[in-house]
């Protein structure tokens, strides 16, 4: 049917281009005259630099731009052709332009790629961009990794802060396989670039160790790490590695300007607002999401030129000579114009002249005309119907292959028992999100992004749409919504229900109001900080659900990344543990998995990382982090800290072991009232934290004890230590010393991540890492 449809549109596609070459050759031919493009550089200067236009506020020359900062050298010297440059008074090193965008307040430079080499010439080289205000780095960029067993970053310092992004390409032993053509983390891993980063450095580390012999290195020779635009770079295995070693020494970085630091708003009313008449003012945010202030100018519906100059209205006369046959053409501003007809002539419309005697002429423009409308009614109906048929057909591909099929069958067999697990279609959850509209987005992660969504029945949902396609295993994320949806636990974010009939699979959860506990904790704004008791009461409830999770199952399930950001609170700070994309399932005939290591640095399980085994226990490791988090009010891993104290999981060990522990806990939430409970907390934290597996406590033994020490925190005698101690030993369990280790990644630069108000990013890694100092 779709075949026939196809047929009957080129036929009525050829019908209508033969109507309109008959009614509408002499325009055509007509339309060549046209009028020069307005000047684009202040008066009197210069306004090319070889072929690139330089469009004021930018200018060649320190009179020729509105601001230093916006103030280009046009490069001479190259043999190619002249290149545009940021000067150096104002930029640390010139940076190459190679694109300008008034209309979206962007322009595009060129950039170094980081690359480390196995060959005989041993280059590793970093990369650096660093852009004064008012430039950043535009989010349209991605980050990647190319390489076997490799890890990049980069990172941006601003005064104390600092903003690190990780990504790793592993392989295993390739020797006579193929590099997978996607970028998935095989010889090639890449990420997106969050909005803010101004000054950014890449450096990167190797994971092993080659030399010129080894089959990686002389097939590939070296790795790489760069930021790019998008669209401007695809990965193909079999030609990327080559043209990188050989050609392409940089590539293109999309960067956001904008003028001053106030908004629309505020400048209209400073002597030096710079949008000129005919012009409209546009806050930077609004286009490029960022939360830096500014604007930019762009001309009026109906104008032309550059906005920061002045725009001109179109004279649509003067543009072509095909307007008003058999009249004369009037201007009429802005972007309009009519016809004034010749004698003999009168008006059919305000841009039409048509004669008084001739009726066959106009008898035949008007069948003309009709048939016209009909014939792309008529294809315009085609269209949609093939079109809505493409969709269902599509719609319906995705169902079955997401396992949507499988899910209706097991949610049958439950005779109505998982009542809570419901079938979205891809509509509902659209128009929900206002069609995943940007102000709907609640966060965002290395595996996709979270939106707020009001149902029909105006019960609010978040809903969680994967960013990367990969390819799903249907029974198994069938088998994760059936279980996930028969949870009932009141510290668990309750899954609602799920969507396949988009490309990937969507999942809705129940909306949780007041953020993340790692916001409370260490991000600004968020009120006061969270009190003693109460953070007692969070890490209880976290842990009494991870361990229903390990135990109260029908099948155990391991969270797999359990840290601060994973951990939601309600208005009534109740607990909420989310984020199952990294859980797996433990079969019960099974104590240990085999899988690829996957969870947050600063709360990864060394065990785990060590063996590639994941046992329950990876969960109690990272439960002691967050323990120890909550003790001291600082993040996990920060590279901005000492380097004995990057670490948080072994400085608190090392802390307890010297008799330290007073001097690391938050001296805001402790006093003599509560000391004793926090130095019992902060001993099971560290048996928590042992590596060996098999000597930490189980995720029951932990959320019974936080329990017992909650209660007795409440007692009228649960801070007197002397009263019952043999009561209080029974209760709460003796602490046992243990060793704690941190995984340390060594490199060639001053690379290193810290944490950020959204945690750290999540990063998928193979080969095995040293301990402390290589030990």
């Not at 803010?196 to 190797?206: K, P, V």
């Not at 649960?718 to 009561?727: D, K």
């Amino acid at each position: 049917m779709a075949s026939l449809h196809e047929r009957i549109l080129v036929t009525l596609l050829y019908l209508l281009m033969l109507v309109a070459a008959t009614t509408t050759s002499t325009t055509l031919l007509a339309a060549a005259q046209t009028l020069p493009p307005p000047p684009q550089a202040k008066p009197g200067c210069k306004e090319k630099c070889g072929d690139l236009t330089i469009p004021y506020p930018f200018g060649i020359g320190e009179n020729c731009s509105m601001r230093p900062e916006f103030t280009i050298a046009c490069d001479q010297s190259t043999t190619v052709s002249p290149s545009a440059n940021f000067t150096n008074g104002t930029f640390t090193f010139p940076i190459t332009i190679t694109k300008f965008s008034l209309d979206d307040g962007e322009l595009q430079v060129m950039q170094d790629i980081a690359r480390k080499c196995y060959d005989d010439t041993k280059t590793n080289s970093s990369s650096s961009l660093e852009l004064p205000a008012p430039y950043i780095i535009s989010t349209k960029n991605n980050f990647f990794t190319l390489g076997c067993n490799v890890l990049s970053l980069y990172r941006q310092v601003v005064d104390e802060d600092s903003q690190t992004g990780v990504s790793v390409a592993f392989c295993e032993d390739i020797l006579g396989k193929e590099i997978p053509e996607s970028c998935t983390g095989f010889g090639c891993a890449q990420t997106s670039i969050p909005s803010g980063l101004q000054n950014i450095s890449i450096g990167m580390a190797a994971l092993s160790d080659y030399n010129a012999s080894d089959h990686w290195a002389s097939t590939y020779k070296c790795s790489y790490a760069f930021i790019v635009e998008e669209g401007n770079f695809t990965f193909a295995p079999k030609t990327s590695f080559q043209q990188l070693y050989t050609t392409i020494q940089q590539l293109p970085v999309a960067v956001n300007w904008a003028i001053g630091d106030e908004p629309c708003a505020v400048a209209k009313n400073l002597t030096d607002y710079s949008c000129k008449e005919n012009t409209i003012c546009v806050n930077r945010n609004t286009i490029t999401n960022e939360t830096v202030a500014g604007y930019i100018c762009r001309c009026k519906p109906g104008y032309e030129g550059n906005p920061y100059l002045g725009c001109q209205d179109i004279d649509e006369c003067a543009t072509s000579s095909g307007h008003c046959q058999n009249g004369k053409c009037i201007n009429s501003p802005p972007g309009n114009y009519s016809c004034k007809c010749n004698k003999g002539f009168r008006h059919r419309d305000e841009f039409t002249c048509e004669t008084w005697s001739n009726n066959a002429s106009l008898k035949i423009s008007l069948g003309v005309s009709i048939g016209f409308l009909v014939l792309v009614v008529l294809i315009s109906w085609i269209y949609w119907e093939m079109n809505k048929r493409r969709l269902i057909k599509l719609k319906k591909k995705y169902f079955k292959e997401n396992g949507g099929l499988t899910l209706q069958q097991q949610l049958a067999s439950h005779g109505g028992a998982v009542e809570t697990a419901k079938i979205f279609t891809a509509e509902e959850l659209e128009k929900a999100t206002n069609n995943y509209h940007a102000d709907e987005i609640l966060g965002e992660g290395g595996y996709g992004t979270v939106y707020k969504g009001i149902l029909p029945d105006t019960k609010v949902v978040a809903i969680k749409k994967s960013k990367i396609g990969a390819p799903t295993q249907s029974e198994q994320f069938v088998n994760e919504v059936i279980v996930l949806s028969q949870i009932n636990h009141r510290n668990v974010v309750k899954l609602l229900g799920c969507c396949f009939e988009t490309e990937v699979p969507l999942l809705v959860y129940e909306y949780i109001t007041h953020g993340t506990l790692f916001e409370h904790i260490f991000s600004k704004g968020k009120g006061s900080p969270l009190s003693w008791e109460l953070r007692l009461k969070i890490a209880s409830e976290t842990a009494g659900a991870l361990a229903y999770l390990h135990s109260s199952t029908s099948t155990p399930i391991i969270h797999r990344d359990v840290k601060a950001t994973n951990i939601l609170l309600d208005d009534n700070y109740t607990a909420k543990v989310s984020d199952f994309g990294a859980s797996r399932f433990i079969p019960l005939d099974q104590t240990e998995l085999a899988t690829l290591v996957q969870g947050t640095l600063g709360y990864l399980d060394p065990e785990y990382f060590h063996s590639n085994q994941l046992t329950e226990k990876s969960d109690v490791y990272s439960f002691g982090v967050v323990l120890a988090e909550l003790l001291t009010s600082r993040v996990a891993l920060s590279f901005a800290r000492p380097d004995a104290e990057r670490c948080l999981a072994s400085f608190f060990v090392s802390s307890i072991e010297k008799d330290c522990l007073i001097e690391i806990l938050d001296a805001d939430i402790m006093n003599e009232r509560n000391i004793d409970t926090a130095e019992q907390v902060a001993y099971l934290a560290k048996r928590c934290l042992r590596i060996k597996g098999e000597e930490r406590p189980t995720m029951k033994e932990v959320a019974m004890e936080l329990e017992g020490m909650q209660n007795t925190a409440k007692h009228p005698w649960g801070n007197n230590t002397n009263s019952c101690p043999e009561e209080t030993e029974y209760l709460l369990g003796s602490p046992i010393n243990s060793e704690a280790y941190i995984v340390n990644v060594k490199g060639d630069g001053d690379e290193g991540a810290s944490g950020t108000t959204s945690g750290y990013d999540s990063m998928q890694i193979q080969m095995l890492m040293p301990y402390d100092d290589g030990r």
